[in-house]
């Protein structure tokens, strides 16, 4: 079956750049994601990057793929206090008849020092 | 905000109840999706209708139900509830177009006590 994972924690100081790593199992997935939530908040999306493209660049992040080791990362560039939460990494998982649900990970946990 | 609505925001029952959580979609997506996130087991999909219909199913109990009306927001009931049911509940909708991304609610956080 499907499984994505990431490291658990994460911690920066401010204003340097912050990378969250993702391998996942699952060679089909079209579009690889990334979420932010923060506290008591829902799942905000940041970023996604098609399976055929090696980077995506957009703002202050930058989404890297290896789709031969099967693996993902996000950088934050110039991390900064408000970028404090847990980012999540997912994947489409074919459902069948068309659908794709999202396989996520455990979520990494960035915390970002001031 | 992206545009997805939950109610309630948050709920409290006892084991055994019947809870219903409701979801209104963005404005033109087809697709509705529900997730839960508990601590021990992440975020995992539940069930997914498209236009009215099921179309997907994931790690959904038996004791818990959903559908999507013709004004496309959908509910999902959850009965004979249980401790271990406590998490927050996620909607999600999508266009289903050709990136199918998924825009995520607020989410309904519920305790059974």
């Known amino acids: 079956g499907e499984d994505v994972e990431q490291s658990l924690f994460l911690s920066v100081r401010e204003g340097d750049s912050s990378v969250i790593n993702c391998t996942y199992t699952d060679s089909s997935s079209t579009y690889l994601y990334w979420y932010k939530q923060e506290p008591g908040a829902g799942l905000q999306l940041l970023t996604y990057i098609f399976s055929n493209m090696d980077m995506k660049q957009d703002q202050r992040l930058t989404v890297l793929l290896n789709k031969k080791d099967k693996h993902l990362s996000l950088r934050i560039a110039d991390t900064q206090t408000g970028d404090s939460a847990i980012y999540f990494c997912a994947e489409t998982s074919n459902s069948g008849a068309g659908s794709y649900q999202l396989t996520f990970g455990k979520g990494t946990k960035l915390s970002v020092i001031p | ?113």
Do not use: M
Request: glycine share 8%; hydrophobic share 30%; aromatic share 10%.
């Open chain 2, 1 to 113: 905000d992206s545009g997805v609505t939950q109610t309630p925001k948050h709920l409290i029952t006892a084991t055994g109840q019947r809870v219903t959580l409701r979801c209104s979609p963005r404005s033109g997506d087809l697709s509705v999706y529900w997730y839960q996130q508990s601590l021990d087991q992440g975020l995992q999909f539940l069930i997914q209708y498209y236009n009215g219909e099921e179309r997907a199913k994931g790690n959904i109990l038996e004791r818990f139900s959903a559908q999507q009306f013709p004004d496309l927001h959908s509910e999902l009931n959850l009965s004979s509830l249980e401790l271990g049911d406590s998490a927050l509940y996620f909607c999600a909708s999508s266009d289903s177009g050709t990136t199918d991304t998924q825009y995520f609610g607020p989410g309904t956080r519920l305790t059974v006590l």
